[in-house]
C-alpha cells in the first residue's frame, strides 16, 4: 500500500515505518476505489459488507465485534424531519470502532503485538478492546478528567493506562514522547479514516442508495467530516450517488480552531473547558484537510455555546436517546442550521451520534441538576 501526505505531496512506499511525513503532515492511503452496489455481500450485516471498498478484507480480520450497521432513525427536530444514524450502539460505544477496527486488523496483520495511543477517551476505549481482543499489549494516554466509563473501558480490557493533567494536546505529547511498540494513534493512522468512511456507505444504502442533502457532525480532530466527503465522493467518482452530500462541522465554541481556520479567525485563542470533552482537541492533525474537506462538500463549519450544546443534549436524552454530550453538539449544530434558514424543510438531513451516554452518566447527571 502507497502513502501519501496531502501537504507537500511526497509519497511513502509500504514498508514506510513513521507516523507521519517528514514535513509533519498527516498521511492517507494512496488508492483508487472500485466499488459499486453489486459489490455489497448480502449476507453480512456488518460495515464489512462494503469491504470491496476498504484496504482490508472481511477473511483477513482478526480482531472484530461485528461493528456497523447502525440504525438511521427518522425524527422530528424544531419540526424538521432529520434522520439519526446512532453510532452510539457500536460494540463499545462509539463511531470510532469503524476506523479502530481497520487499524487495529491492518496492525496486526503486520505482527505487530504491542502499541500505545492518545485520545480523549472513546478511540482510547475502542482501541483497548480491538487490541485485548488481537491479543495485543496496550498503552493508552488519556487526559485526566476523562469519564469514568472510557477510563473503566480501558482498564478493564487489561490495558495499561496513563491519565495527563492538562489540556488534550498535553496526552498526544506524552504518548509521543514514551511510544511502546508502534505508535497506533486514530489521529494519524490513515487506515482509521478507511474505516470511519463505512459510515457513508451505510447512510447511502440506508436512504435506498441516494446522498442526503446534509449531514451533521461533531467535529474535533475531524474524522466524521473526513471520512463522510471520502466515502461520499467515492460513491460518486463510482456513479452510485449524483452529489457529495453537504457536510457541516459542529465545534465548541470554547475550543474551536478548526473554526477558526474556516472562517479566517486568529488562529491563536485560549481554548475553555467544553462538555464536549471528546472533541476539546487545540490541535487537529489534519485541520487543512478538514477545511478543505467541508468546502468541496458545499457545507460550512459551526461554533456553539455550551448552553446550546446542554439544551442539545437534554432535548435528545428527553427523547429517550442516552448520547453523550460531546454528540449533543451537532444537534446544537442543526438547531441552529434551521434557525439560519441554512438546511430547509425539504431536505434530507442526516445528524450523526457519535457516542454513547452510559460512558459518562455521572456527568449527564450532574449537567442536568445545572
Ligand atoms: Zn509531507
Excluded at 47 to 58: G, L, M
Excluded at 239 to 251: A, F, K, L, S
Excluded at 322 to 334: K, M, R
Aim: charge should be negative; include cysteine; proline fraction near 4%.
Amino acid at each position: 500500500m502507497e502513502y501519501l501526505c496531502r501537504t507537500c505531496g511526497k509519497k511513502y512506499d509500504d514498508g514506510f515505518k513513521g507516523w507521519r511525513c517528514e514535513c509533519d503532515g498527516a498521511l492517507w492511503l494512496n488508492r483508487e476505489v472500485k466499488f459499486n452496489r453489486g459489490d455489497i455481500r448480502q449476507n453480512d450485516f456488518t460495515q464489512w459488507r462494503y469491504d470491496k471498498a476498504y484496504p482490508i478484507k472481511k477473511e483477513d480480520l482478526i480482531s472484530t465485534f461485528g461493528e456497523g450497521m447502525t440504525p438511521l432513525m427518522k425524527e422530528d427536530w424544531d419540526d424538521f424531519d432529520i434522520h439519526i444514524k446512532n453510532d452510539a450502539i457500536m460494540p463499545t460505544g462509539s463511531f470510532k470502532d469503524r476506523g479502530v477496527s481497520m487499524m487495529i486488523n491492518h496492525l496486526a496483520l503486520q505482527g505487530v503485538n504491542k502499541i500505545t495511543e492518545d485520545s480523549s477517551g472513546n478511540a482510547g476505549a475502542s482501541v483497548a478492546e480491538y487490541a485485548a481482543k488481537a491479543g495485543m499489549e496496550c498503552s493508552i494516554y488519556v487526559p485526566e478528567g476523562t469519564s469514568k466509563g472510557k477510563v473503566g473501558q480501558v482498564i478493564s480490557s487489561g490495558a495499561k493506562i496513563h491519565q495527563i493533567p492538562g489540556p488534550r494536546e498535553a496526552t498526544a505529547l506524552a504518548a509521543q514522547l514514551d511510544i511502546e511498540g508502534v505508535y497506533a494513534s486514530h489521529n494519524w493512522n490513515p487506515y482509521f479514516i478507511e474505516g470511519v468512511k463505512s459510515i457513508a456507505y451505510e447512510i447511502w444504502e440506508q436512504l435506498n442508495f441516494t446522498a442526503p442533502d446534509n449531514i451533521v457532525v461533531p467535529s474535533g480532530n475531524g474524522s466524521l467530516p473526513l471520512a463522510l466527503e471520502q466515502g461520499f465522493r467515492e460513491l460518486f467518482l463510482n456513479e452510485e450517488v449524483d452529489r457529495i452530500p453537504r457536510i457541516y462541522g459542529i465545534q465548541a465554541q470554547n475550543c474551536n480552531p478548526v473554526y477558526r481556520k474556516f472562517h479566517g479567525l486568529p488562529e491563536e485563542f485560549d481554548a475553555k473547558p467544553t462538555i464536549g470533552e471528546g472533541i476539546a482537541l487545540k490541535f487537529s492533525s489534519h485541520s487543512e484537510e478538514v477545511v478543505k474537506a467541508i468546502r468541496a462538500s458545499d457545507g460550512d463549519m459551526l461554533d456553539v455555546t455550551e448552553d446550546e450544546i446542554l439544551q442539545g443534549l437534554k432535548k435528545m436524552l428527553k427523547k429517550g436517546y442516552f448520547i453523550e454530550p460531546t454528540s449533543a453538539t451537532a444537534f446544537a449544530g442543526v438547531t441552529k442550521l434551521i434557525k439560519e434558514e441554512k438546511i430547509n424543510q425539504n431536505d434530507t438531513t442526516v445528524v450523526i451520534i457519535s457516542g454513547n451516554g452510559l460512558k459518562a452518566s455521572d456527568k449527564i447527571l450532574k449537567y442536568l441538576n445545572e
